[in-house]
């Protein structure tokens, strides 16, 4: 299948800290494998090059100079590469992130597929939800991308709980100005937005192996909840634990990750993956 730009070759890197565990590169690699392109997928992990987010300038030099086609960026890029790019996509710009990057033609384009990811995710394993009411904990580096997802799926009034009400105020004001008035606010008292709400969000990292626990007190679930999360690192974490005990509808984190993959794949490449495919990697990956 040729590509927009006919190629059938790909070079494309990850830079982040911490990253050798990443499922990205093999989930990309196996979906290039299955759409007959070569496509080779690099670490650039900041930790074992014991570089900062300062090392970004030269890193994006080098990949032009080495004719890389694109990079995914994660921690703690998202928010440095930005006044390093030539152009940035409308979802970045009202995100403020990035993490996906396209090179073409010398120009390097910022792209976010974070929001995507999430929204997918819920599109395909949600139909039906009542987004009257959503409650989103957590305003920290993904949850900007999870609260534009939601204003996008048409959520008709989103309430954003943090530990630090700074940073949910900050996500309001970002994404306000896109949606009519009055669909985001910050929350502060939890067991009133819960009772209020149709829906429920973790976007923080709370549940996850090394940040165990849960973001709310789980007594306030009830069955007519439904539970969405972000966490894939375990992929059934304690809060969906408890929410499908109750009989909650849920939808784990892993397909947000996929998701944002195969539109970066398809921002790279040109070619629409097979998300199958990247489900299966991740799944053999102890996904």
Avoid at 4 to 28: E, Y
Avoid at 92 to 112: K, Q
Avoid at 123 to 139: D, I, K, T
């Amino acid at each position: 299948m040729p590509t927009m730009h006919q190629k059938s070759s790909f070079l494309v890197g990850l830079i982040g800290s911490g990253i050798a565990a990443s499922r990205t590169p093999p989930m990309h690699e196996a979906a290039a494998d299955a759409a007959g392109i070569r496509y080779l997928y690099k670490k650039i992990d900041l930790t074992e090059l014991k570089l900062g987010a300062e090392a970004l300038p030269e890193l994006l030099t080098a990949a032009k100079w080495m004719g890389f086609d694109g990079l995914n960026v994660t921690h703690p890029c998202k928010q440095a590469i930005i006044p390093l790019l030539d152009e940035l996509s409308p979802d970045a710009e009202a995100l403020g992130a990035v993490n996906t990057v396209v090179v073409r033609n010398g120009r390097i384009i910022g792209h976010n597929t974070d929001w995507f990811g999430f929204a997918e995710n819920f599109r395909r394993n949600m139909q039906g939800a009542s987004l009257g009411r959503v409650v989103q904990f957590g305003a920290g580096g993904a949850g900007a991308a999870v609260a534009f997802a939601l204003m996008k799926l048409g959520v008709r009034e989103l309430t954003i709980i943090d530990v630090d009400p700074a940073k949910a105020q900050n996500v309001v004001d970002g994404l306000s100005p896109r949606f009519a008035e009055g669909r985001l606010k910050v929350g502060q008292d939890v067991a009133a937005a819960v009772a209020a709400a149709d829906g429920i969000v973790n976007a923080t990292p709370i549940g996850m192996d090394k940040y165990p626990g849960t973001p709310l007190p789980t007594a306030l679930l009830r069955p007519d909840l439904w539970v969405a999360e972000i966490v894939y690192f375990p992929l059934e974490t304690a809060l969906l634990r408890a929410a499908r005990a109750l009989g909650c509808r849920t939808v784990d984190g892993g397909g947000m990750a996929i998701f944002q993959g195969t539109e970066a794949f398809r921002l790279f490449t040109g070619i629409s993956p097979d998300p199958d495919v990247f489900f299966a990697t991740f799944a053999s990956l102890g996904g």
